[in-house]
């Protein structure tokens, strides 16, 4: 690999996992989670599959860009929807970490398409 793509890549997954820990902080802000064992066991599972992509991401896995550029589409309508739903339920912090966390994940995203010079 050239040096200008693991920068791309490094950085890729630099930002992943900084969108996890977000979205771990954001777990522990929303009290909702904690209230069922199902909700408990989908968010370890959720966190478990995203480490697993921030650690192909780091070991320049191929495909992985074209998983998370699917993700990415068919998440937006739910992010969006659950980013307005915070916001109305005075959740503003929850939603501008989502917001961010977002924001993460498809700079992230993008990185990984971007052809070295």
């Known amino acids: 690999m050239e040096v200008a793509l693991n920068k791309n890549i490094i950085l890729s997954s630099n930002l992943f996992f900084l969108s996890i820990v977000l979205g771990f902080i954001n777990v522990l802000l929303s ?66 970490i989502s917001i961010f966390q977002s924001l993460l994940q498809i700079w992230a995203t993008l990185l990984l398409f971007k052809k070295s010079n």
Not at 58 to 84: D, E, F, H
């Open 31 to 96: 009290p909702e989670i904690f209230s069922s064992v199902f909700a408990i066991v989908v968010s370890a599972v959720t966190f478990i599959v995203l480490i697993i992509i921030g650690i192909s991401i780091r070991q320049g896995v191929g495909w992985i860009k074209y998983l998370l550029a699917c993700l990415m589409v068919l998440g937006l309508p739910s992010t969006y929807s659950n980013i307005i739903y915070d916001f109305q339920m005075d959740d503003q912090l929850n939603a501008l």
